[in-house]
């Protein structure tokens, strides 16, 4: 059964170090997603990605994030300047999309992310 | 905001009970998700249903809508020890953009 991977499974980095976590949607899903979920909190939308361009962002997707789609299959998340705050598991999601809607998200295992 | 919000927070049940969780939620939508997440691991899709269906039954699982209150609940029936994990609502804002947006969750913890 097609899969969403992510990679680093776990990363530890310096506060102030750029990060990048990578990501490899389902093939035939038009739709990207990171979400993040900081240890026995709420699963929060960060970004979401269609047509090569960002669809929607919030709030804690500032200037210290991007997203790119570098080569057709990757997907990836870079942090430019961790901080201890920015620790957390972050989650990568693709969607076929259906009439518009985002429909079912398939999610990958995660990337734990912690900065010291 | 949309953000779902789930009741209750925690639940624990003996194995074979019942499990009812809620979620409710502020703005118009196109869908309504529910989500399983195993402890440290990812989400897991379990049910949509859309904004002009009011029960949907998959398995074990039951799902109601009601848009006029903004609310929806999940019913696991005979609940197993397997089904100890957090379950999210998640909701497909309907103007536009592609943007789910998860509540809060509710643990749920099935005793053997």
């Known amino acids: 059964e097609p899969e969403v991977t992510q990679t680093p499974s776990h990363q530890v980095t310096q506060m102030g170090q750029e990060v990048i976590l990578r990501c490899v949607p389902i093939?035939?899903?038009?739709?990207f997603y990171w979400y993040r979920q900081i240890l026995g909190q709420k699963v929060e939308f960060l970004v979401s990605?269609?047509?090569?361009?960002?669809?929607?962002k919030s709030e804690i997707f500032d200037d210290q994030f991007s997203v790119e789609r570098p080569d057709g299959s990757n997907f990836t998340l870079k942090i430019r300047s961790t901080k201890l705050e920015d620790s957390a598991m972050y989650f990568c999601a693709s969607s076929e999309g259906v009439a518009g809607n985002t429909g079912e998200l398939f999610f990958g295992e995660g990337s734990r992310l912690t900065v010291l | 905001s949309q953000q779902g919000e789930e009741d209750p927070q925690a639940l624990s049940i003996q194995e074979g009970e019942n499990a009812t969780m809620n979620c409710s939620y502020k703005t118009s939508i196109n869908n309504l998700q529910w989500y399983r997440q195993n402890s440290g691991r990812g989400l897991v899709h379990l049910i949509l249903?859309?904004?002009?269906?009011r029960e949907k039954h998959s398995g074990r699982l039951r799902v109601t809508l009601d848009t006029s209150k903004k609310s929806s609940s999940l019913l696991i029936t005979a609940s197993r020890a397997a089904d100890t994990a957090s379950y999210f609502c998640a909701t497909d804002a309907s103007t536009g953009g592609f943007k789910t947006i998860f509540g809060a969750g509710t643990r749920l913890f099935v005793k053997a």
């Open positions: 249903i859309r904004s002009n269906e």
């Open positions: 093939s035939n899903h038009l739709y």
């Open positions: 990605f269609y047509n090569n361009e960002i669809s929607e």
